[in-house]
């Protein structure tokens, strides 16, 4: 394995930094700035006033996700926190369930070096649609589908640097390269991690074209031909001459980061969405990431 991502740990900082990071269910910047958002929110538009800020819709949004609340027990946990802090309005669950669907949410990306060129692990996972009407599914056994969710991962910061939510009937490799361009708008990128799903011909070429350093794995059955791609034919020749060194060169052990944020992700946010439509299902699992990357900040700080 690859030197440079060592895990070593001071282990009481660690576990400070996981009771820490509690903080941010109760994180009162968005209260104290609470009149100043608002102002700028309302300044020139037409038709009702918004009422509440997007910072503490966004907190909100933070809670309900975390602690897996549905809005009016989500309206409920402001209305028992009202009782303590005077003045704090409390948003009615349709006016919470409206502001989060329409919130323009960021990955919130931080601790990422924006000069070091970073590697990258690309991988994709599924994620059911809803857990509601499971039994009428299988009595009646019709099948509702799930989404497909696409990462790129920051292998040192273990952050989602890109993500795509598409219909299960996306291949993986089909959202290889906007993940990569996203990624690249915000960072240059030196290596990209993929499994065997993104052995495509167009993909290395892509890369090569960005002189980008491809640790894709090939097909066992790969033969060493060009077949219009030098790229996938060198690619295909080292894999095969010698697959460890290989392994080692492109630090291809560390393509597990991807699978370990969805591991992480589905840990902390369970295995389904809760939103019905499509755009609202994205931006949810967008919100579910900025917040795992919000939580894997707080707890890099203590390493």
């Given amino acids: 394995m690859a030197v440079g991502y060592v895990d070593c740990r001071n282990w009481p900082r660690y576990n400070d930094a996981l009771v820490r990071r509690g903080e941010i ?8 700035e609470w009149d100043e958002e608002l102002e700028g929110m309302n300044r020139g538009k037409e038709g009702a006033s918004f009422r509440f800020p997007d910072g503490f819709i966004r907190l909100l949004g ?14 409920g946990f402001v209305e028992a926190l009202s009782r303590y802090m005077e003045g704090l309005r409390v948003p009615d669950y349709t006016t919470l369930n409206k502001r989060v669907n329409r919130l ?4 919130g990306l931080d601790d990422v070096e924006d000069d070091e060129p970073l590697t990258i692990s690309v991988d994709a996972s599924g994620v059911k649609v809803a857990n509601s009407g499971d039994w009428i599914r ?10 497909k969710i696409h990462i790129a991962v920051d292998v040192k910061s273990k952050q989602i640097i890109a993500m795509e939510v598409t219909c299960e009937r996306t291949g993986d490799s089909r959202m290889f390269q906007p993940l990569v361009k996203a990624a690249m708008n915000s960072h240059p ?20 074209y960005y002189s980008v ?41 560390y393509r597990w980061r991807a699978e370990g944020v969805f591991s992480c992700m589905k840990r902390s946010f369970g295995e389904h969405v809760t939103a019905k439509k499509f ?25």
């Fill in 62 to 75: 933070f809670i309900r996700h975390l602690f897996h609340l549905p809005y009016r027990q989500t309206e």
């Fill in 189 to 208: 990128i030196r290596r990209v991690l993929a499994d065997g799903a993104y052995d495509v011909k167009k993909l290395f070429d892509f890369l090569d």
């Fill in 104 to 107: 323009n949410v960021s990955l």
């Fill in 25 to 32: 269910f109760l994180d009162l910047d968005a209260l104290e």
């Fill in 213 to 253: 350093d491809a640790g894709i794995k090939v097909r066992s059955n790969s033969v060493a031909k060009s077949r219009g791609s030098i790229a996938r034919k060198q690619a295909v020749a080292e894999q095969l001459k010698n697959p460890e060194a290989w392994r080692d060169k492109h630090q291809y052990g």
């Fill in 138 to 147: 299988r009595v009646w056994r019709v099948r509702k589908g799930y989404l």
């Fill in 279 to 303: 755009e609202n299902m994205a931006r949810e699992m967008l919100l579910k990431a900025a917040i795992y990357n919000l939580l894997t900040q707080m707890t890099a700080k203590a390493m």
